[in-house]
């Protein structure tokens, strides 16, 4: 049974820094080989991909993050981060962690496979 746990989210300030994690365990997790990402839901918004990683960690990041907000994960602890500097209330929402995000890409028409497994989400708000 893979596992998906995410930690990390708080409320700050405008301006503000948090950096989440989401810790991979059990079953067939192929955490090095395959695609992750985290996504963002904010209320009366359909869910967004935010930023992906690869196997060769390459990124991609949504524009409105760009510059701000770094993806990377570390494979011996199977973990992946989210570090978000520069925060503003527009990144307020419930960020999920995913593993086995096909094609690694942040299109919005892309929709998971039953491979793709996610975590329970964290809530960030940023307050002005």
């Known amino acids: 049974q893979v596992q998906l746990v995410e930690s990390g989210g708080d409320s700050v300030q405008a301006g503000g820094s948090l950096k989440l994690s989401c810790t991979v365990s059990?079953?067939?997790?192929?955490?090095?080989?395959?695609?992750m990402g985290w996504f963002r839901q904010a209320p009366g918004k359909e869910r967004e991909a935010v930023a992906v990683i690869d196997s060769f960690h390459r990124t991609s990041y949504t524009d409105s993050v760009q510059g701000r907000f770094t993806i990377f994960k570390e494979n011996t602890n199977q973990t992946l981060f989210l570090q978000m500097n520069s925060l503003n209330p527009e990144d307020s929402g419930i960020y999920t962690c995913?593993?086995?995000?096909?094609?690694?890409?942040?299109?919005?028409?892309?929709?998971?496979?039953?491979?793709?497994?996610w975590g329970q989400g964290t809530q960030v708000t940023v307050s002005s």
């Open positions: 995913a593993l086995g995000w096909p094609w690694c890409t942040l299109r919005s028409d892309i929709r998971p496979r039953p491979e793709t497994y």
């Open positions: 059990g079953g067939t997790a192929t955490f090095s080989t395959d695609c």
